[in-house]
């Protein structure tokens, strides 16, 4: 048991329970703050707060860790895969052989989507964001798989299994279907007998007559980035998607919330601007100096893009294994890329920079995420999407542990009210 923690206000002192998770992070257990003092906790951002205990993901961001299930990001990048590590996430420890097979034969037979959605995805405009398309075909599959989403939890629980391996699957389903529609391509149907990611190149890319053909390191380093982003702890929109499941929404709903969240150019929409970044600086000439120094007056409100993070203060270990797998994916498929080579001297010189030093702004994984997806031959404004992909795996685990647990109180923070004190209604004819 650790030591209470003891807080004085208003001259009287009270004790609060205080709580060690399994790697020692502490928390004061500030449950019953209001009840017993009548004051609130003050958090903007949530920077402090402890919003949940979870099972699933450890971050240390001071020191650089980044655990699924307690496996080191290091060891599942070098020896497990996208769908392996999803299992895991999902159901809490490494799959059996059989496991692995029956989770993946589910996720290739969830993969095919509703012709309707096909024909929904035709009605939007042809220039629309690949991720308001695909938020909106997330909240749809709750139509399209009515019986895995009542809303009811007991039956959605019924059919987590299933429901779970088409999220996964026909978030990559209908992300391929946008791309193919706005670019008036008829769609292609899944084919259950290529991998993962295999099968997502093929639904982009294959054409009557001219199939996608499989590069073994073109499908690893997809499989890779997948696997990188499949969870990250409590950032944006995973607290978006456990904040909605509390309220006792279905599993579809609940991720397409967290598309939304993920889409913002402070969270997911990094990878697309760390490439328009790129673009940009190489259009000037500059070799990154000029970028650095107008990044650090904070005067043009520009910032390096992928650098820095909210919960690293050290490199983010994705960064440092996407780094490597990028040059390499490069090297193998003889892709000179000059972003890449604009990308290593902005790190070199941020990270020997004592603007960047001080802030403790490291590469986070978008900084070269970019760049590999760009030589797997997705266009730029898909990024976030595929950043969607990879992170669905997180978000689904991330409902279940709402969902399972019994005890579980609908999300709902305080505020401190700052607008006008009471006040009368002013009919219209008095108002000056
Ligand atoms: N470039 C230049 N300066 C930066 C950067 C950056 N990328 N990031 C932070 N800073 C500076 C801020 O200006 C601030 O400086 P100050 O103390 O002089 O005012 C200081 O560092 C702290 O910045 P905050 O914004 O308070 O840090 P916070 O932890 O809230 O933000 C964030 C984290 C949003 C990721 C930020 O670093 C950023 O905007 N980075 C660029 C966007 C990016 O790469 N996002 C991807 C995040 S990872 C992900 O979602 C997968």
Redesign the pocket.
Known sequence: MSKPAVLTLDDKEYVFPTIKGVENEKAVDFRTLRSATGYISYDE?YGNTGSCQSEITYIDGEVGILRYRGIPIEQLADKSSFLESSYMLLYGDLPTQFELDQFTTRVRKGAAVSPMMCDALKGFPRDAPPMGMLGSMLGAMSCYNASMATNDRAVDLEHFDEAAAAAIAQTATAAALGYRVTKGLEGNQPDPSLSFGDNFLHLMFSEEGRPYKAIPEVSRALDLMLLLHAD?EQ?CSTSTVRMVASGGANLFASVAAGCGALWG????G?NM??IKMLEEIRATGDDGSKFIEE??S?KSGK????????VYKNFDPRAKIIGKACEELLNKLGIDDPCLDIARHLEQAALADD??IS?N?YP????YSGIVLRALGIPSDMFTVM?AIGRMPGWVANWREIAMNPKMKINRPRQIYQGPALRDYVAMEDRG
């Not at 910032?303 to 909210?310: D, I, N, V, Y």
């Not at 986070?364 to 900084?367: C, E, G, I, K, L």
């Open positions: 951002g990250h950032n150019p402070a969270h997911g990094a601007a760390v990044a650090k904070g910032r390096l893009m992928g650098f820095g993070h909210r603007y960047f802030r702004l986070n994984v978008d900084f950043f």
